[in-house]
């Protein structure tokens, strides 16, 4: 069965710290990545999206993928409080196909 | 405006009946998704459709039953056989086509409590 696996947290970090979470994959054929903010009650918004090995970044957010090592991470530089929330893993073996989400970290920025 | 909407927001249902939460999109997205999310966990999927008159049942789709007759639409009946029904249910669209624009987005979500 194809498992997408995270650290359930919380995860801790001052404001103004990076907040690295973490994402593994059991699928090799795996090939679209993304990552989702789910706020307590409301829906998952996608915040990354990346489909080739190495680094994307997009303001604060940078994903980072390796294929080989079935592994993908989100860095949250300059973490606020309003970063506080649960952080979605979602896999996509190939497009057209249904996507397999990961459990979720939560992660906890203190002021 | 485009986006995803689902109605109703909140649902009670009794123990036996019938009900049928909606999902309609306007972003001329040809996949849907229906998603069951229970208090601290992921996500998991009910149905999927990729094309108008088509579905295919997901990991818990015991229970729900589904239809598919128009792009823009994509309704979830959760019956009397689901015998856990309450949840927050999800839906979502895609683009099919090139792996670039493989993006799934969602719904806001309804909240459905069987009392």
């Known amino acids: 069965q194809k498992e997408v696996e995270q650290n359930s947290g919380p995860l801790s970090v001052p404001e103004g710290a990076i907040a690295s979470l973490n994402c593994t994959y059991s699928d090799r054929g795996s090939q679209s990545f993304f990552w989702y903010r789910q706020y307590s009650g409301k829906s998952p918004e996608l915040i990354m999206s990346?489909?080739?090995?190495g680094d994307k970044e997009d303001g604060r957010f940078t994903a980072q993928l390796n294929k080989a090592s079935q592994y993908v991470s989100l860095l949250i530089r300059d973490s606020q409080p309003s970063d506080s929330a649960t952080y979605l893993c979602a896999v996509n073996a190939h497009y057209g196909q249904n996507f397999v989400f990961g459990p979720g970290t939560r992660l906890s920025v203190l002021p | 405006d485009g986006g995803i909407t689902q109605s109703p927001k909140y649902l009670f249902r009794k123990e036996g009946q019938n009900v049928t939460l909606s999902c309609e999109q306007n972003?001329?997205?040809?996949?849907m998704y229906w998603y069951r999310q229970d208090p601290g966990q992921g996500l998991r999927l009910i149905y999927y459709s990729q094309i108008v008159n088509d579905f295919q049942k997901g990991d818990i789709a015991e229970g729900y039953s589904v239809s598919r007759e128009k792009k823009e639409s994509f309704p979830l009946t959760v019956t009397s056989a689901q015998k856990n029904p309450t949840a927050f249910y999800l839906c979502?669209?895609?683009?099919?086509?090139?792996?670039?624009?493989?993006?799934?987005?969602f719904g806001p979500g309804t909240r459905l409590t069987v009392l």
């Open positions: 990346i489909y080739s090995n």
């Open positions: 972003l001329n997205h040809d996949a």
């Open positions: 979502a669209s895609k683009r099919t086509g090139r792996e670039y624009y493989n993006e799934q987005f």
